[in-house]
């Protein structure tokens, strides 16, 4: 594998809504693959929300077993407030992984921490909604890493309605 493997895993996602926004940081974020197990989404899912159209480039599937072929160089790494996990700032990120999200009302199940090379959580006062958590754990991921910089990236970043620019400050001196 040349470029990192990045898949996300969602345990029975309820909401559209976040099932979409998650998409969106797949895409933002160059997550290479989105997987969800459970039924609730796809009865939700004409509401789609995937703004962006990511699933046009990064496949969501449906997932009896959201480990299903996933094998060596993939690390499973679950994200989760479970006691004894490792804090998301003291966290480095394996090059090719398996993140893994619990439902916004609930948890992992225990087999699927039980797989996990890593446990790791985001700390906050309070529980963050699905899409924020794992727009914050690809952002992490991101930031630890060797990304492109610069107005080049802006450029091909931003709303095509979005041409502002930081004029240089003249020194009054």
């Not at 990045?6 to 797949?26: D, E, F, Q, W, Y």
């Not at 006062?125 to 958590?133: Q, R, Y």
């Not at 979005?162 to 009054?172: Q, Y």
Request: glycine letters at 6%.
């Amino acid at each position: 594998m040349n470029q990192p493997q990045v898949i996300i895993g969602l345990s029975n996602p309820k909401s559209p809504t976040n099932v979409g926004a998650v998409m969106r940081a797949a895409g933002c974020y160059g997550a290479t693959e989105v997987r969800y197990s459970g039924e609730r989404y796809d009865r939700a899912v004409k509401f789609h929300t995937d703004t962006k159209k990511a699933s046009s480039h990064i496949p969501l599937r449906p997932s009896d077993d959201l480990l299903c072929g996933v094998d060596t160089p993939l690390s499973v790494v679950c994200i989760e407030l479970v006691e004894g996990a490792t804090p998301l700032p003291e966290f480095e990120h394996p090059e090719h992984a398996i993140y893994l999200f619990g439902p916004e009302d609930g948890s992992l199940d225990k087999h699927l921490v039980e797989r996990a090379e890593h446990v790791v959580y985001v700390p906050t006062k309070g529980c963050m909604n699905l899409a924020a958590t794992v727009n914050v754990l690809l952002y992490d991921r991101m930031a630890k890493s060797d990304y492109a910089r610069g107005d080049e990236l802006i450029r091909r970043s931003r709303d095509t309605r979005n041409r502002l620019k930081l004029e240089p400050v003249s020194d009054p001196a």
